[in-house]
T-cell receptor
């Protein structure tokens, strides 16, 4: 079973739309959780960390549900510049990162 | 600015040759670095954990004799793809955390093409 499962999409949404991505993880001992963004042929960049209490950064809201072992990312008021692949990441105690397959988002004018 | 660098950024080599990729932390020391591989339209797959001063730890299914990792100093890890074949063509990315609990900083990646 994969460490992290993620719907690959693609998601094609109009500008201004709200879009949500979910991700599940298999190891209950997972320690830290992140959302990364990856543009084509580039390295991943940290978007935000994910906490059980939920955290918000502008138009982005991330949530962690440890009981159900899933992570979510909500993007409000989508911009063209949000088009990218969004990767959920789960870490183990040794700080190894395990990536989901990534969800492709295209925001359409 | 970048905190982790990789060299080279791209390389084309012939089948059967070996290729060395360097990963450097630029303004911090990294006792641990990680190597990933990403095939087109797929996610990053963790290959191995590189440990300064000791042997690397490989993920299941990754051949340690094919992908040689050397973490000779606190700022440098190298990945050598030995006897490369076309199926090894991929995007290789390294990462390093500043400490055990901070985020990972990713290198810009090395695109390897084996002909």
């Amino acid at each position: 079973r994969k460490e992290v499962e993620q719907d690959p999409g693609p998601f094609n949404v109009p500008e201004g739309a709200t879009v949500a991505f979910n991700c599940t993880y298999s190891n209950s001992a997972s320690q830290s959780f992140f959302w990364y963004r990856q543009d084509c042929r580039k390295e991943p960049k940290l978007l935000m960390s994910v906490y059980s209490s939920g955290n918000e950064d502008g138009r982005f809201t991330a949530q962690l549900n440890r009981a159900s072992q899933y992570i979510s990312l909500l993007i409000r008021d989508s911009k063209l510049s949000d088009s990218a692949t969004y990767l959920c990441v789960v870490t183990k105690p040794g700080n190894q990162f395990y990536f989901g397959t990534g969800t492709s988002l295209t925001v359409i004018p | 600015g970048a905190v982790v660098s990789q060299h080279p950024s791209w390389v084309i080599c012939k089948s059967g040759t070996s290729v060395k990729i360097e990963c450097r932390s630029l303004d911090f020391q990294a006792t641990t670095m990680f190597w990933y591989r990403q095939f087109p339209k797929q996610s990053l797959m963790l290959m191995a954990t590189s440990n300064e001063g000791s042997k690397a730890t490989y993920e299941q299914g990754v051949e340690k004799d094919k992908f040689l990792i050397n973490h000779a100093s606190l700022t440098l890890s190298t990945l050598t793809v030995t006897s490369a074949h076309p199926e090894d063509s991929s995007f290789y990315i390294c990462s390093a955390p500043r400490d055990l609990v901070s985020e990972q900083y990713f290198g810009p990646g090395t695109r390897l093409t084996v002909t």
